[in-house]
T-cell receptor, first 114, second 110 residues
Framework: KAGVTQTPRYLIKTRGQQVTLSCSPISGHRSVSWYQQTPGQGLQFLFE???????NKGNFPGRFSGRQFSNSRSEMNVSTLELGDSALYLC?????????????FGQGTRLTVV | QKEVEQNSGPLSVPEGAIASLNCTYS??????FFWYRQYSGKSPELIMF??SNGDKEDGRFTAQLNKASQYVSLLIRDSQPSDSATYLC??????????WGAGTKLIIKP
């Protein structure tokens, strides 16, 4: 069974640009959550998508957006990049249909904004 | 505001000793609890989950849950240098959302 795949693994962007990150969940999983992690910090929750609908949302500005497709693949977009957006972006895949389902993480996309 | 609290550490433990990591949560309705390990520069990986009060053992790891006191702990027996990592506690609250603690950095000293 394939794991969670995030692309690209590394990305360098210039301030003001926009970026799109992709996450393919484990087959059969319908929930995809996105997290931002900066050095020494915990996981900051961005949003969760389940069956193409945003089910939960964190406290990030509107520059951060996402979507989920019918095959459960998800994309996250960050517009008007700022230096502070440099971070490891992780996506987590879950079955999502029960409370007792664990999350499986992809390898992450390391975004550097210069 | 539903919260999960962990001591950030670092927690330093001699090799071969028992490492004890604690996590408290605010939502009394929480039903499932997870421990993840994250090595520096890597993504978190699931170690254990626990749903019922009491202890759950898996090899050198034991998760303990006390819903009345709203805490969950992770014990690592016979600690090894390879156990040095940040340990994240996650709690499943309403609307299927996972709330994460900030993590405890564990250092196992040879």
């Amino acid at each position: 069974k394939a794991g969670v795949t995030q692309t690209p693994r590394y990305l360098i962007k210039t301030r003001g640009q926009q970026v799109t990150l992709s996450c393919s969940p484990i087959s059969g999983h319908r929930s995809v959550s996105w997290y931002q992690q900066t050095p020494g910090q915990g996981l900051q929750f961005l949003f969760e998508y389940f069956s193409e609908t945003q089910r939960n949302k964190g406290n990030f500005p509107g520059r951060f957006s996402g979507r989920q497709f019918s095959n459960s693949r998800s994309e996250m977009n960050v517009s008007t990049l700022e230096l502070g957006d440099s971070a490891l972006y992780l996506c987590a895949s879950r079955d999502g249909r029960g409370l007792n389902t664990e999350a499986f993480f992809g390898q992450g996309t390391r975004l550097t904004v210069v | 505001q539903k919260e999960v609290e962990q001591n950030s550490g670092p927690l330093s433990v001699p090799e071969g000793a028992i490492a004890s990591l604690n996590c408290t949560y605010s939502d009394r309705g929480s039903q499932s609890f997870f421990w993840y390990r994250q090595y520096s520069g890597k993504s978190p990986e699931l170690i254990m989950f626990i749903y019922s009060n009491g202890d759950k053992e898996d090899g050198r790891f034991t998760a303990q849950l006390n819903k009345a006191s709203q805490y969950v702990s992770l014990l690592i027996r016979d600690s090894q240098p390879s156990d040095s990592a940040t340990y994240l506690c996650a709690v499943n609250v309403g609307n299927y959302q996972l709330i994460w603690g900030a993590g405890t950095k564990l250092i196992i000293k040879p």
